[in-house]
């Protein structure tokens, strides 16, 4: 029998035995990771957690990575802590010295860095330590390979997060990444370079937090259901250099329900228009919109989903702080997705935007990159906006750029401004191969746009004139005048006159369709139930404008008090992080941001100013709007259970729609793809001054943007408005030696709009009449102060007008403030002026038109007793003469005038002569320009 101590005896004599066994079993283990590269030394090589961790990162690599290049990799172990035991590239924390030989590695300490630390909260400390452990030795391999194939510098990987390099845009001095919001990134680290994005995202990747637990996150909280691009991306790198194989996707259950890849039809863009009223939309808005076929869970309309490419600004008060934070990246630009009901709601209803369609030819391995592209960028997609350059259109180009296959991208149109209409210009010139048919435009027209209802009233207006026209000759005269009575009243101004004549409506229309013969008795029903239809629509468009006036007063009275609210700009980027972090949380919450619920919530609790007079007149009449359009329903609903009940709606609504996008189609024909930006023209003729000999003349024209009224433009702006930017005309004379510069005119910014609103939608005088305002400079040598800049004003009294614009005739009469200037004088001058504005479309394509301006200025200039007046005019033609190649042809030809001098009568003392009238200088030419797209 043994004693206590003789036990105690063999286990200590025992004991160096088995230190010795475990000694040299992990000397043997560290000898073998030396032989594939991978050289621990003292502390590192003596911690046998350690080298149980580096063992099981190397054998989370693909086997063709684990012999890597470079030589060997040291691994240094501190004994001081650092953030999740790794370094964070300072002096006192280096990752790496002696290049990328010498690797170190800390002891572990928790790490403040959000991202890194988000999806391993179920991990113990312990567990949370292998796991940086093993992601160590992938950072470091990955490191080596990417030091031989630079793949960090390809597109496919440099596209995902906007990788740019330096001066590769203006004000971008190092290489920095469009997307600035840390959880874009595997770690804070990635932060630094696209080759750290890479390395830091390998990490992540190939030692998921599930390989600790696999209990750690549920399935769409895992990387691969998170990361679809960039995992997508490394692995092609990967087998592109021999690396690795791809295999097909795991399902992802949240991301799988959403995209419903089975069902997609195709995408497009969408382009929010200007409405011709509103200066502050003028560029219009770009979106996507994924269209989904009819699954077995029927979804309206008003549910199907698009992607607003917008930037949060919150509350703020639209004055010149929000100008400025839009110019100068104080907003994050953001992905959105929200349904096609709340852009409706925001954009056809309140703002009054008719929406185009474009069809984008994408493959099917594209369209579900996209798929993956949106749902990621939603989640981490954060990009500072800039109005001029980072706006919607480089928004939907990055995003755009991101799923494009064999490395395919599309520049944007400009480096200093990046236009939305151009942006659809530099798509629609790139020709792909899609999923079906021959190679095409990668974007196309669809002829079929959302109406704002603005725009729907102004077609039903037409369309019930049309019908109470078709009922003559087929119903009596006595109801028909008292229709036509009602529909007098139906255009007034004052919403409770028109609420009369809904009143009376169901009993007149009753008594017309009464008088109406057996054989055209159907015709009549049906065309009574038209006008009805379109009465009531237009009456929806006025509800839905003063609706809008009604938020922007409600938005004035809460802002003037300048209390905190919710719904900051700083608070919604937070909240929307926050929101997104956990997809387990996502998946509970209705994720969808509508901007206009947002402030009428806001408004909803916060205290707000009594409103003004004025403001109150309009929140009175918008009462009164709504309690009319409830009686236009209520007379169109008891016509539809009476007289109506027979009329087939849903034909009706079908053949109302065939009209529309038979207008459009035929419009759409004829309509030149291209919007006005980028424009360059260059002339050449002859000139016919005061004195001497007529002189050639060359002239070249360059615009950032020009669309004139009446353009039909695919890309461009509605017919009805007009917009220069950047527009001017820089005219030589040619002879030996250097040119000589006869004029420049440069157009910094003008618009103009004929665009009224409907007679029953008319609030004011205004609302009756376009307007127009620009600022300009030039020169002519020809006059005794060559320089001047202008400011002018106008109000535009439109005579006649086409549909579309396409023939129009208007009048304008404002004023105008200009500096005259040499080098040694100086004078203001004022005055009014009047214009003459008209168009008429010729036949062939809608660019084809003759145009005719003319305008008179007199003006006080200080210092001079007379009045000065400058009388000028041009016509020009416009010929489209079609493609050659890849260019179009824009022919030019033009004639213009301009006079300024004085019309003061002679004194005695003058001569007696009459062109003492008429002094001044003259400018006349003629000039034939040629334009190419």
């Not at 001058?829 to 504005?837: E, M, V």
């Not at 003319?854 to 006080?860: D, G, H, I, L, N």
Request: aromatic share 6%; glycine share 8%; hydrophobic share 40%.
């Amino acid at each position: 029998m043994v004693s206590r101590h003789g036990v105690w005896l063999v286990v200590l004599l025992a004991l160096p035995a088995w230190a010795r066994a475990d000694e040299d079993s992990l000397a043997a283990r560290v000898h073998a990771l030396s032989r594939v590269g991978l050289v621990l030394r003292d502390a590192a090589a003596r911690d046998a957690v350690l080298v149980r961790e580096v063992e099981a990162g190397l054998q989370s690599l693909p086997p063709a990575m684990r012999r890597f290049p470079g030589g060997p990799l040291e691994l240094v172990l501190h004994a001081e802590s650092a953030p999740l035991g790794l370094g964070d590239g300072t002096e006192t924390r280096p990752d790496w010295s002696e290049g990328h030989a010498r690797f170190h590695l800390y002891q572990y300490a928790p790490s403040k860095d959000r991202r890194a630390t988000l999806r391993l909260s179920r991990l113990k400390d312990e567990e949370a330590e292998r796991l940086w452990r093993r992601r160590a030795v992938v950072h470091a391999v990955t490191q080596r390979w990417e030091d031989v194939f630079a793949w960090s510098r390809q597109t496919r990987w440099r596209r995902l997060s906007g990788w740019m390099k330096p001066f590769e845009r203006p004000l971008v001095w190092k290489e920095q990444a469009r997307l600035h919001y840390a959880g874009a990134f595997s770690r804070e680290r990635g932060q630094h370079s696209a080759a750290l994005d890479l390395v830091t995202f390998a990490e992540e990747l190939f030692v998921p937090v599930e390989s600790l637990r696999g209990d750690a996150l549920s399935v769409d909280e895992q990387v691969r259901c998170q990361e679809f691009s960039k995992t997508r991306a490394l692995t092609e790198l990967l087998e592109s250099s021999g690396l690795g194989t791809g295999s097909a996707r795991a399902p992802c259950p949240a991301f799988d329900a959403w995209a419903e890849r089975d069902l997609l039809s195709h995408l497009e863009v969408l382009m929010v228009a200007a409405t011709g009223r509103q200066p502050e939309s003028l560029f219009g808005h770009l979106l996507l919109r994924p269209v989904w076929r009819e699954g077995a869970q029927v979804r309206g309309p008003s549910f199907e989903r698009v992607v607003q490419l917008v930037a949060l600004t919150g509350m703020e008060p639209k004055g010149l702080s929000y100008v400025v934070k839009g110019m100068t990246g104080s907003y994050d630009t953001v992905f959105l997705t929200g349904t096609l009901g709340d852009l409706a709601h925001e954009s056809l209803e309140l703002e009054q935007r008719t929406i185009r369609r474009f069809r984008l030819r994408l493959t099917h391995g594209e369209e579900t990159r996209m798929l993956e592209r949106i749902w990621e960028l939603e989640r981490r997609g954060y990009m500072g906006y800039y109005f001029f350059t980072d706006n919607c259109a480089s928004a939907l180009l990055f995003l755009l750029n991101g799923v494009l296959e064999n490395d395919r991208q599309v520049r944007p149109p400009g480096l200093m401004w990046v236009l939305p209409s151009a942006t659809l210009d530099v798509l629609a010139k790139l020709e792909v191969l899609g999923k079906a048919g021959p190679a095409g435009p990668l974007l196309e027209l669809i002829p079929d746009a959302f109406e704002s209802t603005g725009e729907r009233a102004a077609r039903a207006d037409k369309t019930r004139r049309e019908a109470l026209e078709s009922l003559s000759g087929h119903v009596d005269a006595r109801p028909l005048s008292q229709l036509l009575s009602l529909h007098a009243q139906l255009q007034s101004r004052e919403p409770e006159v028109r609420g009369e004549a809904y009143a009376a409506l169901p009993r007149v229309v009753t008594a017309v369709l009464d008088t109406a013969t057996p054989s055209a008795r159907a015709t009549v029903r049906q065309t009574l139930h038209a006008y009805v239809a379109h009465a009531v629509r237009v009456e929806r468009a006025a509800v839905d404008r003063m609706d809008g006036e009604r938020l922007r007063i409600e938005r004035q009275r809460l802002l003037a008090l300048k209390t905190p609210v919710a719904g900051s700009a700083e608070a919604g980027i937070r909240e929307r992080q926050r929101v997104f972090e956990r997809e387990d949380a996502l998946q509970r919450k209705l994720a969808v941001l509508d901007r206009t619920a947002l402030l009428q919530q806001a408004l909803a609790t916060a205290p707000r100013r009594p409103p003004t007079p004025e403001e109150l007149k309009i929140l009175v009449r918008a009462e009164r709007t709504e309690a009319t359009f409830i009686r236009a329903t209520d007379a169109q609903g008891a016509l539809n259970d009476g007289v109506f009940a027979d009329v087939d709606a849903v034909a009706f609504l079908g053949e109302d729609r065939r009209r529309k996008v038979a207008d459009e189609t035929r419009w759409a024909a004829s309509a030149l793809r291209e919007s006005g930006a980028a424009r360059t023209v260059v002339s050449v003729g002859v000139g016919f001054p005061d004195t001497g000999a007529v002189r050639p003349l060359v002239s070249v024209r360059t615009a950032g943007l020009a669309e004139a009224l009446g353009d039909a433009r695919q890309h461009g702006f509605q017919a009805s408005s007009e917009l220069r930017v950047l527009d001017g005309e820089l005219s030589l004379e040619p002879r030996w030696g250097p040119p000589r510069v006869v004029s420049t005119d440069m157009t910094l910014v003008g618009y103009r709009t004929l665009q009224r609103e409907p007679l029953a939608l008319r609030g004011s005088a205004w609302d009756s009449l376009g307007w127009g305002a620009e600022a300009r400079v030039a020169t002519d040598t020809a006059r005794a102060e060559p320089y001047r800049a202008t400011v002018q004003a106008e109000a535009l009294v439109v005579i006649d007008e086409a549909a579309r614009f396409s023939r129009f005739t208007a009048v304008g009469v404002g004023g105008l403030a200009r500096m005259h200037w040499s080098q040694t004088s100086l004078a203001p001058a004022a005055g009014p002026r009047f214009s003459l504005t008209h168009r008429t479309g010729l036949p062939g394509s809608g660019a084809n038109a003759v145009r005719l301006e003319a305008a008179w200025a007199p003006t006080w200039r200080l210092g001079d007793a007379r009045l000065t007046h400058e009388a000028g005019a041009w016509l020009q033609v416009e010929w489209w003469l079609g493609r050659a190649g890849p260019f179009g042809v824009l022919l030019t030809p033009r004639a213009q005038a301009r006079w300024e001098g004085s019309l003061a009568p002679p004194s005695r003392r003058d001569s007696p002569a009459p062109s003492t009238w008429w002094s001044g200088t003259s400018d006349r030419r003629l000039l034939v320009g040629v334009e190419l797209r």
